[in-house]
């Protein structure tokens, strides 16, 4: 297999470990699941499918034979579980008083979550909806063209910002850039600020991630937009603290509109509301999305200052679904329960909790060759040697699918990081089990 297709988000579909996987399955949700492969599209990293799904409650996924899986992936969505019933009960409300708003008009709960949303960080106050993280990559990337009147936009190889063409022309991964033909013009991609080391230590190695940024400013003389995630969320690279200081410092002295990603990391999951807090720096743009719907609808925002209100004559998110009530009102609920359940605290408590443990099985497994994260974002990197840090990409797929055989689901990225992101509403109890489940896996391997 291309091996730049194992170098991606999430893991791979179409290996021997996924035939082997489907093989052992009961007949009757093969039988299912050839139904699927019959009338999809089959794409990379999804069809054919793992398993068929009946229910989701909490951090559980419900399979068609009645198997509970933890889920420490959720596609991001799942930062207050599955089917909170705040959640529900808001989105029902909703159904039965105002499915929709078509969009020459507004409703209350729209104009409360932009509210909310435009009130959480001084300076961005202005806010738009979208109906998925591609988009709002979007709509965030013409804000810029307009506002600036600069095309040209710095990114970072191997980042996702979403399916779309102008999100992949941003983006950096190859499945999802090869044969579709000409890209957006003026992208200029600068390396990821790799990490191989844990949380957010100071690095000087890190200079040079931000020397070639200013080579590539300073070269063009005419970038208008810098786009990255704060915290890449699938191998779970975390950048020093000075990495984003001084990124921010180097976007004001060539004027250029920093927009940072937090599709998936935001609303909680680092333990904090948007993972940018951490660095004590403000971007020019936000993008929000996946949790923000709840698990529920698919809901995206992008927040922006008032330099940015400048597009009264155009249409930069012109979506079907652009101020939807059930939306608003699903959004409304997660905000509160993050704030009912104190689900920024417990995020950075149960974090606490994983590291200890991670950290424990780092000592014990050779194979581990690295824990990273944040609140209860974490990634094991997968080492045949560690010296050589040589990637452990068969053993990763063997440890994930020894997991989802004991009913612990996760995503492998770049092949070979294992990442965990469980709900944040999950028990401790719950927790350990996880844990505990991994952690037999690495004994198997042994
Ligand atoms: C960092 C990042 N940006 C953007 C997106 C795209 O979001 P969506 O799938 O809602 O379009 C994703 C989705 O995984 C993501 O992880």
């Given at each position: 297999m291309d091996d730049r297709i194992l170098k991606v988000e999430g893991d791979i579909n179409l290996t021997e470990g996924r035939k082997k996987w489907m093989n052992s399955l009961p007949s009757e949700t093969r039988s299912e699941l050839d139904k699927d492969a019959k009338w999809f599209i089959h794409q990379a990293l999804s069809t054919p499918c793992l398993d068929i799904l009946e229910g989701?409650?909490?951090?559980?996924?419900?399979?068609?034979?009645?198997?509970?899986?933890?889920?420490?992936?959720?596609?991001?969505?799942?930062?207050?579980?599955y089917g909170h019933p705040k959640v529900i009960e808001a989105v029902t409300e909703m159904l039965h008083k105002l499915p929709f708003s078509p969009r020459r008009y507004t409703n209350p709960p729209a104009i409360e979550l932009a509210r909310q949303l435009g009130s959480k960080i001084p300076g961005?106050?202005?806010?738009?909806?979208?109906?998925?993280?591609?988009?709002?990559?979007?709509?965030?990337?013409?804000?810029?063209?307009?506002?600036?009147?600069?095309?040209?936009?710095?990114?970072?190889?191997?980042?996702?910002?979403?399916?779309?063409?102008?999100?992949?022309?941003?983006?950096?991964?190859?499945?999802?850039?090869?044969?579709?033909?000409?890209?957006?013009?003026?992208?200029?991609?600068?390396?990821?600020?790799?990490?191989?080391?844990?949380?957010?230590?100071?690095?000087?190695?890190?200079?040079?991630?931000v020397a070639l940024i200013r080579q590539v400013f300073e070269n063009e003389g005419d970038v208008g937009a810098l786009i990255a995630e704060t915290i890449r969320d699938t191998d779970v690279q975390i950048p020093?603290?000075?990495?984003?200081?001084?990124?921010?410092?180097?976007?004001?002295?060539?004027?250029v509109t920093l927009i940072l990603d937090e599709i998936p990391?935001?609303?909680?999951?680092?333990?904090?509301?948007?993972?940018?807090?951490?660095?004590?720096?403000?971007?020019?743009?936000?993008?929000?999305?996946?949790?923000?719907?709840?698990?529920?609808?698919?809901?995206?925002?992008v927040l922006t200052s008032d330099k940015?209100?400048?597009?009264?004559?155009?249409?930069v998110g012109h979506f079907t679904h652009e101020k939807s009530p059930v939306g608003s009102a699903a959004s409304l609920a997660v905000l509160k329960v993050i704030e009912q359940e104190d689900l920024l605290n417990r995020a950075v408590k149960l974090g606490q909790i994983m590291q200890a443990r991670l950290l424990e099985m780092k000592d014990r497994y050779e194979i581990i060759g690295d824990v990273r994260g944040i609140g209860l974002l974490w990634g094991l990197d997968l080492v045949t040697n560690r010296g050589t840090k040589a990637r452990a990409v068969a053993e990763a797929e063997r440890i994930m699918y020894h997991c989802l055989q004991n009913d612990l689901s996760f995503k492998v990225s770049q092949g070979n990081v294992i990442t965990l992101s469980p709900p944040l509403i999950i028990s401790e109890e719950e927790l350990e089990r996880a844990l505990t489940i991994l952690e037999g896996a690495f004994q198997k391997q042994m």
């Open positions: 989701c409650e909490g951090p559980y996924l419900v399979t068609s034979t009645g198997k509970k899986i933890l889920d420490f992936h959720g596609n991001n969505v799942h930062q207050v579980g961005l106050n202005r806010v738009l909806f979208a109906p998925g993280g591609s988009e709002a990559n979007s709509i965030a990337l013409k804000l810029s063209r307009i506002a600036t009147g600069r095309f040209k936009v710095v990114s970072m190889w191997g980042a996702f910002h979403g399916a779309g063409l102008d999100a992949i022309s941003v983006g950096g991964e190859a499945p999802f850039r090869k044969n579709v033909g000409p890209l957006l013009p003026g992208v200029e991609h600068v390396p990821q600020p790799v990490m191989y080391r844990s949380l957010c230590e100071n690095d000087p190695e890190q200079d040079m991630y020093a603290q000075e990495f984003w200081r001084k990124v921010r410092a180097l976007c004001d002295e060539f004027d990391i935001a609303m909680g999951r680092t333990g904090k509301l948007f993972a940018f807090e951490h660095y004590g720096i403000t971007p020019d743009i936000v993008t929000i999305g996946k949790g923000l719907g709840g698990g529920v609808f698919p809901m995206a925002a940015f209100n400048v597009v009264a004559n155009h249409s």
